[in-house]
């Protein structure tokens, strides 16, 4: 049996767009787990609490406002933007997913080639990251998610496929990122680089400067 988790972020677009997704899981035999995320604070005791119950996820649901940088956290009265390259540090060193874990986000931009990078980058143990690429409302965030999650569990499909099989259902363009492919794009390296850079973990020789051991864990230096 698959394990979902889904996150809620913000509070005007996560309502019943999230029970469709929650009854459908649920209808495939999928266990669904459910929070709501109010800070970064509350997002690490979230995860560490699952870490801390020895509980692992199939899929990862984060829904929310997005942009190339970062994501709205704002259901605990204050507008707050979580880097993806934290999200990605914070959900890799808990431990809290398995090898094929795929991370679906349904926010605007999510499907950004930028955002899967600095996903990737910083979390060694994600292999997929799925979104849309354009701005979109949530009932098609959500028809495309399920779409997506019914092809993968129900007709055994490569998420790639799965992917186009949502953007066919919503006619928006759904993509799902693989490290295999990306880690190989020239663009990726080059983001890497400055993403590191920016977050002081590397000098601009390219050499690792982090203490934490975690952090250099997490990216697999």
Same mark, same amino acid.
């Given at each position: ?16 767009? %999230? ?37 692992? /996820? ?5 829904? @929310? ?7 709205? %956290? ?45 996903i990737?980058a910083c ?18 965030? @959500? @028809?495309?998610? %399920?779409? /997506? ?53 590397i ?10 051991? #975690?952090? #250099?864990?997490? %990216?697999?230096?």
């Open positions: 049996m698959k394990n979902i988790l889904i996150l809620k972020a913000t509070k005007d677009i996560c309502g019943n767009e %999230v029970n469709l997704i929650q009854n459908h899981c649920e209808l495939l035999g999928m266990t669904v787990y459910s929070n709501d995320i109010q800070s970064e604070v509350s997002l690490r005791q979230t995860i560490q609490d699952y870490s801390t119950r020895n509980i692992n /996820f199939d899929y990862l649901y984060l829904c @929310t406002h997005g942009s190339t940088e970062s994501f709205l %956290v704002n259901l605990g009265g204050n507008d707050e933007h979580v880097r993806w390259s934290k999200f990605a540090e914070l959900i890799c060193e808990t431990g809290v997913l398995n090898d094929e874990t795929i991370l679906l986000l349904a926010c605007c931009k999510g499907g950004f080639f930028q955002v899967a990078t600095d990737l979390c060694s143990k994600i292999n997929f990251v799925c979104g849309v690429k354009w701005n979109v409302r949530p009932w098609d965030l @959500t @028809t495309g998610f %399920v779409v /997506f999650i019914h092809n993968i569990e129900n007709k055994d499909a490569e998420p790639g496929y799965a992917a186009q099989k949502a953007s066919l259902a919503t006619d928006y363009t759904f993509v799902c990122y693989d490290r295999d492919e990306i880690v190989n794009h020239p663009q990726y390296e080059h983001r890497k680089y400055n993403l590191f850079l920016e977050l002081g973990w000098d601009t020789n390219g050499a690792w400067i982090e203490t934490d051991p #975690k952090i #250099k864990e997490n %990216v697999g230096f």
